[in-house]
């Protein structure tokens, strides 16, 4: 079976599951099942393919038919300018969290050295990616789960920023090490009740840990708040990612725990994403 075929036939598989994505999905995952970029294959795609290749193939559809996302599928994900690992055990970054790094690097923009503390740092996909922008920065993750501990311990060896970096696994509350120029987080924001509403892709396979945000989705975002109000230096700057609901509610937690609101940003749909807040 030459490629365009096998691609058709997998595209029509991922349809059949209305799954929108179906032909580039079913182009994404053939150019991992015979490791060659995407664009190589598209322009010779009558190339026979080998059984063992035909078959790998044929299996990550299957995964994918079932909802499981690409980015398991593919053991990476694209963040900002650099590739990921992700696997089943930290949430899969998102394009909406770029808005938190664009307002990091624009507030950083003229500054030195300074410390960052990332609260719920998963895969490191918003810290080390700092880090990597700036080379004289220096950064703490924390996260209450081994596992994404270790993921974000490759990602940073990967962008080679490890020795500026401190990882520890320890609950919010509980966590009370250093003063920080810069606290960043994007807690799980997510209504308990909303969690079923969720595309089969995320609530069935991304770990509930990190989008579980308790009964009005704030409960985690309430112990951020205070722990970071303790943690920050004075004038320092708190940057937090928020459910598209949550603005007002999260403003006025912010205010209570003496932080300046400077300004609200909105992600690529419009919806209210990130506040940035000065602690005074």
């Given at each position: 079976?030459?490629?365009?075929?096998?691609?058709?036939?997998?595209?029509?598989?991922l349809?059949?599951?209305?799954?929108?994505?179906a032909?580039?999905d079913?182009e994404?995952?053939m150019?991992?099942?015979i490791?060659?970029?995407?664009?190589d294959?598209?322009l010779?795609?009558?190339?026979n393919?080998?059984?063992k290749?035909l078959?790998?193939f044929?299996?990550?559809?299957l995964?994918?038919?079932?909802?499981?996302?690409?980015a398991y599928l593919?053991k990476?994900?694209f963040f900002?300018?650099?590739?990921?690992?992700?696997?089943k055990?930290?949430?899969i970054?998102?394009?909406?969290?770029?808005?938190l790094?664009?307002?990091?690097l624009?507030?950083?923009?003229h500054k030195?050295?300074?410390?960052?503390l990332?609260?719920?740092v998963g895969s490191?996909?918003i810290?080390?990616?700092?880090?990597?922008?700036?080379?004289k920065?220096?950064?703490?993750?924390?996260?209450?789960?081994k596992k994404?501990?270790d993921i974000?311990k490759i990602n940073?060896?990967?962008?080679?920023?490890?020795?500026?970096?401190?990882?520890?696994k320890s609950?919010?509350?509980?966590f009370?090490?250093?003063?920080?120029?810069?606290?960043v987080?994007n807690?799980p924001?997510?209504?308990k009740?909303?969690?079923?509403?969720l595309e089969k892709?995320?609530?069935?396979?991304?770990?509930?840990?990190?989008?579980?945000?308790?009964?009005?989705?704030l409960s985690e975002i309430?112990?951020?708040?205070?722990k970071?109000?303790?943690l920050?230096?004075?004038?320092g700057k708190?940057?937090l990612?928020?459910g598209?609901d949550?603005k007002?509610?999260v403003i006025?937690?912010l205010?209570?725990e003496?932080?300046?609101i400077?300004?609200?940003?909105?992600?690529?749909?419009?919806?209210?994403?990130?506040i940035?807040?000065?602690k005074?």
């Amino acid at each position: 079976m030459n490629i365009q075929l096998a691609v058709k036939q997998g595209t029509n598989i991922l349809k059949d599951k209305y799954i929108r994505s179906a032909k580039l999905d079913s182009e994404i995952l053939m150019a991992k099942a015979i490791g060659k970029n995407r664009e190589d294959f598209i322009l010779n795609n009558d190339i026979n393919l080998k059984h063992k290749n035909l078959q790998y193939f044929k299996r990550l559809i299957l995964e994918r038919a079932t909802r499981k996302p690409i980015a398991y599928l593919l053991k990476k994900k694209f963040f900002w300018n650099n590739e990921f690992f992700v696997n089943k055990d930290t949430l899969i970054p998102r394009p909406d969290t770029e808005v938190l790094i664009e307002q990091i690097l624009k507030y950083t923009k003229h500054k030195n050295k300074i410390n960052i503390l990332d609260i719920g740092v998963g895969s490191g996909c918003i810290l080390l990616t700092i880090l990597n922008e700036k080379k004289k920065f220096f950064g703490t993750g924390i996260d209450i789960s081994k596992k994404s501990l270790d993921i974000c311990k490759i990602n940073a060896k990967k962008l080679q920023v490890e020795t500026r970096i401190k990882l520890y696994k320890s609950d919010v509350d509980k966590f009370a090490q250093g003063k920080y120029d810069l606290i960043v987080s994007n807690p799980p924001y997510i209504n308990k009740l909303k969690l079923k509403y969720l595309e089969k892709d995320v609530i069935n396979f991304e770990p509930k840990l990190a989008l579980d945000g308790g009964l009005d989705g704030l409960s985690e975002i309430r112990k951020v708040v205070k722990k970071s109000s303790e943690l920050i230096k004075k004038n320092g700057k708190f940057v937090l990612e928020i459910g598209f609901d949550q603005k007002n509610k999260v403003i006025n937690l912010l205010r209570n725990e003496g932080f300046y609101i400077n300004s609200t940003l909105k992600d690529l749909a419009k919806n209210d994403r990130c506040i940035v807040s000065t602690k005074i």
